[in-house]
């Protein structure tokens, strides 16, 4: 399953346009929102690191919402909104500069 967020000035060409990816490669397209409630929009910041308290009292600190922080194997992840991507990104650069968040 794949939803496909499109930003557009012009609804009908666009659905065209996906419609014909689609069509080319062999997959059924389906109705607008048939699969929409199986997934969830979220900001996801990944990178190397260990310590979740110290992560956790830095988003607290700034007023980030986390609704999630993984750890796995020295791997941490930090999922919120995602309208407060940037701001959660800015207060885990400015509490650990030498992080590098992965893509």
Known sequence: MVIIDCLTDNNQRTISEVRNCFTKTGPKLGATGSVAMRFDHLAVLP??????????????????????LECDA?????????????????????AFPDTEVEV
């Open 74 to 94: 020295g791997r941490l992840t930090i999922f919120s909104p995602p309208e407060e991507f940037y701001k959660a990104k800015t207060a885990l650069l400015q």
């Open 47 to 68: 990178f190397q690191g260990d310590s979740e308290e110290r992560v956790l009292e830095a988003m607290l600190a700034t007023d980030v919402n986390v609704v999630e």
